[in-house]
């Protein structure tokens, strides 16, 4: 199972494609899956992460939850330059405008508008107190 790390900036261009970096795109395979995240976010999953994550979400009791992450999935391929078109509908959810994050956080990439990815990122820097409290507790440092 591929291990997803990093932060990258990413821009947008006018016909709503999205470059993934190499280095991501090498473990994603030769397609992978577009949908809604959490926090306003795009999740993009390697295709087996995908069935994986699909077969758990469907044992999920909120069949509205199900439906949210389902009917926003989308196949993606990546063109010769290693973009991947984001439809209008993930487009708008994200909040994407020409400045994107593309992050890696275990097993899936996130997609996150540059602005909000920044905003979010701050809130949590500033409860990094409570953060390390919460690893300490698990174990973690």
Not at 16 to 23: E, Q, Y
Request: proline letters at 4%; charged letters at 30%; hydrophobic letters at 40%.
């Amino acid at each position: 199972m591929p291990i997803f790390i990093g932060e990258y900036q990413h821009n947008l261009d006018v016909k709503k494609r999205l470059a993934i970096p190499a280095k991501f795109r090498k473990e994603l395979g030769k397609d992978a899956i577009l949908t809604r995240g959490l926090d306003n976010c795009l999740f993009v999953f390697p295709s087996e992460q995908w069935r994986e994550f699909a077969a758990k979400l469907g044992q999920h009791p909120n069949r509205s939850f199900v439906r949210l992450f389902l009917s926003g999935a989308t196949e993606v391929d990546f063109d010769s330059l290693g973009r991947v078109l984001v439809p209008d509908n993930l487009k708008v959810y994200a909040g994407l405008k020409k400045e994107a994050v593309i992050i890696g956080v275990l097993n899936r990439l996130e997609i996150w508008d540059s602005q909000k990815w920044n905003s979010y990122k701050l809130s949590l820097e500033k409860d990094s107190d409570k953060v390390a409290e919460k690893l300490g507790e698990l174990g973690i440092i």
